[in-house]
């Protein structure tokens, strides 16, 4: 390896790094402002019903999720549908962190001691466009463009790893 090439996947590292640590700000911000939808079906809802108003839709799997055929279909059909309604998509490739994020407040909720309920689908995770503008937000903004910039290169679903903590 020349140092050349080393020095770019240092780069690409620290810049993956930044995009992560952008797409957790994100959807910090859409926790607190309520403007986050979880789930393949209730996402599937929210894209028949109001499409121009998701600005981010994130699909989350692991290795044995990328082998559930159904799943898979699903995927197919919202990145297709996100694709024609200018939908910027994300993969996330760790839905244990992206879980971590989401899921703070209601882990601590008396229904997940009793078990009683079953865990939310996360991998589907829509961000609509809150009353104030986007572009507003420099970690959304950051997210638009990386998507942007994925797409010039032909990758339409750019897959990122969130940080752990």
């Known amino acids: 390896m020349t140092l050349e090439e080393f020095s770019a996947g240092e780069q690409k590292t620290e810049r993956m790094d930044k995009v992560g640590d952008a797409l957790e700000e994100v959807l910090s911000k859409a926790l607190s402002q309520r403007t986050i939808t979880v789930g393949v079906y209730e996402a599937a809802k929210l894209l028949n019903v109001d499409p121009d108003n998701v600005v981010l839709c994130l699909l989350a799997a692991d290795e044995d999720d990328d082998r559930d055929v159904a799943l898979q279909i699903h995927f197919t059909l919202i990145q297709a549908f996100c694709c024609e309604n200018d939908i910027d998509i994300l993969r996330v490739s760790n839905p244990g962190r992206l879980a971590e994020l989401l899921l703070l407040e209601t882990e601590a909720g008396p229904a997940a001691s009793e078990g009683a309920e ?29 998507c942007r910039e994925s797409r010039y290169m032909d990758q339409w679903v750019p897959v990122i790893n969130l940080p752990e903590r």
């Open 118 to 146: 079953q865990p939310p689908d996360l991998h589907c995770v829509l961000v609509t466009n809150p009353h104030s503008s986007q572009w507003k937000d420099p970690a959304l903004s950051q997210l638009i463009c990386f």
